[in-house]
């Protein structure tokens, strides 16, 4: 793969992770069928994933933000992965491993959607930068 900057101005390195965010938005979205869990967390799990998985995908397909403002969908990201981090504190699921899967996963999710919009701000500086001089 290249780590040259596409004809668009987007980051490479925004657009990986953004994909793997997906990825791991996908795992989260199936993490109660393989963490055998009960109760709320598994819709909260199955809700929450495919919310991030799509937004991700979203970001990562179509990084300059297509109709949408350029952070928004990576906003929704971040936002889901903290609510991933905390959403078995606030449903009471037990110390399981359905419990840490969430929580790690959550925080992932937030950690790579906030590097994706770093890398598209750093990005969009640079393209600013470029076009002024």
Known sequence: MSDRTPADG?????????GLAAGLGFLLLISGVF????????????IVGAIVAIAAAYTAAVPSGGRLPRF??????????????ASPFVLGVGQGL?????VVLGVL????????IYGSSQEAGQTTADVSS
């Open 10 to 18: 987007t980051s490479p390195t925004a657009q990986r992770t953004a």
């Open 72 to 85: 928004a969908a990576p906003a929704v990201v971040v936002l889901a992965g903290l609510w991933a981090i």
């Open 35 to 46: 963490f055998t869990g009960s109760g709320w967390i598994i819709l909260n799990n199955v």
């Open 98 to 102: 359905l419990f840490w899967a969430t």
């Open 109 to 116: 999710v937030a950690v790579l959607a906030m590097v994706s």
